[in-house]
């Protein structure tokens, strides 16, 4: 079945977003514990800003009727990309003693 209405396609991309408060209320709750106490709920930033630059560029490729596979596959790859990259930031910078 292919998903052709790019409102459908738009709201697929949201969901992981959408997503996002739940995640954040099981982990506070303790419903989900990964073993790190309240620093469990700092997963959630990361979570966070990868799945609003998925969204937006998702919703960018959906505007310019990229077919489904392509806009996935780009908007992860950039998502994951971004998320490296403040991750070395954050590193270098720690490294380096910039506060």
Do not use: H, N
């Not at 992981?16 to 997963?43: H, I, M, N, R």
């Amino acid at each position: 079945m292919a998903i052709d209405s790019r409102i459908t396609q738009a709201v697929l991309a949201a969901l992981p977003l959408l997503l996002s408060p739940l995640l954040l209320f099981a982990l506070a709750e303790g419903w989900l514990d990964f073993g790190g106490g309240e620093k469990d709920v700092l997963l959630v930033l990361p979570y966070l800003i990868l799945t609003f630059t998925f969204f937006c560029c998702s919703l960018v490729l959906i505007l310019k009727r990229w077919p489904l596979s392509r806009w996935v596959k780009r908007s992860a790859a950039l998502s994951f990309g971004l998320l490296l990259l403040l991750w070395i930031v954050a590193y270098v910078t720690s490294w380096l003693g910039v506060s």
